[in-house]
C-alpha cells in the first residue's frame, strides 16, 4: 500500500502557532511533566505530545480521527524517539471528538492545540467531560486555541456539567 503524506493529512499535516505556545508553556511545566501521563487529542503532527515526551513524560497518547494523520505521526514518534528523556511508551490511537469509547487512562494531562474549528466545540467538550469523569483525580486539561470567530463559544461549549472546571488563558 502507499504511505500517507503530509499532503494526505490535511489541516492535520501543518505545524500550527498554538502548538508553539503549547510547547513553551510546557516547557515552563517541566519538573511537573516529567513521569508524567499526557494524552493529546486532535494530535495534527504531535508536536506537542512528542515534545512532552522529550520533557520526560512517562506515557504519552497522541490521538486523533485521521488515520492519514496517525500514519504519519507514527513516523515522528520512530524519527524522535532519541529524544525522548525518559518517555516509556509513547503511541498513537484514533480517537475522534465526541467518541464513547475514551483512552484509558490515568491521565495527568490531556493537551489539545488548535484542534478544533467551527463545529468541533461540542464533541470535543464531551470528550474532554468524558477524561475528567473517568478518574477519581481528573487530569489537568490544557488548550491552546486561538479566536477565529467572535464570541464566547469554549465557554459556551464546556458549560454544561462543567463543575470544577476551569479557563484561563496561557
Same mark, same amino acid.
Given at each position: 500500500?502507499?504511505?500517507?503524506?503530509?499532503?494526505?493529512a490535511g489541516t492535520g499535516g501543518l505545524l500550527w502557532p498554538a502548538a508553539s505556545v503549547m510547547c513553551r508553556w510546557l516547557s515552563r511545566q517541566a519538573a511537573k511533566v516529567e513521569g508524567s501521563r499526557g494524552l493529546e487529542l486532535g494530535c495534527g503532527t504531535g508536536a506537542v505530545g512528542l515534545y512532552a515526551a522529550g520533557l520526560g513524560a512517562s506515557r504519552v497518547?497522541?490521538?486523533? %480521527?485521521?488515520?492519514?494523520?496517525?500514519h504519519n505521526c507514527r513516523r515522528?514518534?520512530?524519527?524522535?524517539?532519541?529524544a525522548f528523556r525518559g518517555a516509556v511508551d509513547v503511541a498513537t490511537r484514533k480517537l475522534s471528538f465526541g467518541d464513547s469509547i475514551l483512552p484509558v487512562g490515568p491521565w495527568d494531562w490531556v493537551l489539545?492545540?488548535?484542534?478544533?474549528?467551527?463545529?468541533?466545540?461540542?464533541?470535543?467538550?464531551?470528550?474532554?467531560? %468524558?477524561?475528567v469523569r473517568a478518574q477519581d483525580s481528573p487530569p489537568r486539561v490544557i488548550l491552546t486555541? /486561538?479566536?477565529?470567530? /467572535? %464570541? /464566547?463559544?469554549?465557554?459556551d461549549a464546556f458549560r454544561a456539567d462543567a463543575? %470544577?472546571?476551569r479557563a484561563s488563558t496561557l
Open positions: 500500500t502507499e504511505q500517507a503524506s503530509w499532503e494526505d497518547l497522541l490521538t486523533d %480521527g485521521s488515520d492519514d494523520v496517525l515522528n514518534i520512530t524519527l524522535n524517539a532519541s489539545a492545540s488548535d484542534c478544533v474549528y467551527a463545529n468541533d466545540w461540542k464533541a470535543l467538550a464531551q470528550t474532554v467531560r %468524558g477524561l486555541i /486561538p479566536h477565529r470567530r /467572535p %464570541g /464566547p463559544v469554549l465557554s463543575k %470544577g472546571l
